[in-house]
């Protein structure tokens, strides 16, 4: 199948006391829910992490929509704030309310829409059958609805890609099948210029929307192909 | 810039401590001060010390222990070009708002009533003493989790400041040449707390073994 990349990465690595991520190629096709399959343990969180610039101690290149190499994405505010992320651990300060939240959203970026992150909101059933509650702290909140705010911010923007970390596993099953569609929608909108990364250790979770696959084991890539290659 | 930093704290943590607060300890000073008078000196260095530890322990609910290795956080704020930006200016705008706070909780009580310990100076380098307190010891306390290694790890602060307030009421140094170190070692206290800041971010970026 033909197809552009909106992410490749060349002799990735990154090393921790006994772990090494080597990934000699590596490649995003534009306009597809990719899928990075992995146990625990496989380096999706590293990899994630290094795509998403949440870190920038790594060895390689990764060059971003054929042009951006990582400085050039870190510094050119229309390439930036073109890609979410939502992640495990320390994403919002525990003391921030949604409130809070929605407001950085607002200084922070540009293509943040407020009225779609509260429709968002209750959409992913944030407050259950209640109101939008901008005073709800997010550590009480829930990991699955952690998540859920996590995902609403990133979907109230208007971006190319999203690199989701582990966005179904805290999630009910019902949750699960509205993320799938939520995503659905964000590539069907995006007519060939969205994409989808996201990271899952339980495969059937996101089967449904997954189109192409990479899998890891011990911090390298395994397999990789469109699904129904795969499957073949 | 108060939005940006009122923000990134919160607004409940920002409307307490720099709001809520001041008001009400400059309430309950001028009225002391209306009805009583003066304080004798004794006691209120035992209120400086009181309100040095709570002005170390406001960051125990504000940033927390960002500076901890691996522990900075708002990774959310990391995924746009402005993010950490915001960050700094939310830092600086924190050691302003100190200095400003001490000092209006210090000073106004006495100004509004006229009234004052004896020496007008004295009261300056008790406001002075307070704002570097609370400036310099949070580059320390952002590393930690628990309570009470928060104020155990800013007690030296908290001496050398009362310490400066005894000799000064005591008149065992002159309050002028103090008043005036102390302004530069504030001024030095928000420029370090910003260079230590960006470090730290810098550091956020990268896992540390």
Redesign the interface.
Known sequence: MNYTTVVKGQNLIKEYKNFKLDIPEFEIPQGFATALIGENGAGKTTLLNMLSGIRLDFKGDITYFDKYSVNEKELNPEVKNSIGYTGPGKYFLPTWTVGDIETISELIFDNFDKDRFRELCNRLALFGDHDFDPKKKNSDLSDGTKMKLMLATVLARDTKLLILDEPASPLDPLMRDVLNSMIGDYINNGEGNHTVFFSTHNVADMESITDYAIIMEHGKIVEKGFVDELKE | MI??HK???????FNITNVLVPLVFVIIGTIYRFFIGGVYPEIFVFIQAWLMIYEISTEY????AIYRKN?????????????MD?VKKSMLSDSILRIIRTIAYTLLPGILVSRSVDDPAVIVVFALALANVSVWSVSFTRFVTMYGFLVMISSPFLIVGLIIDVLCINKFINAMPVIIALILLLAGGVIFTQIFASKKIKES???L?
């Open positions: 939005k940006i923000a990134v704290v919160g607004s409940r943590y609910f504000g940033y927390g522990n900075f956080g708002m990774e959310y704020l990391k995924t746009s070009i402005n993010g915001l970026y990268k896992d073994m």
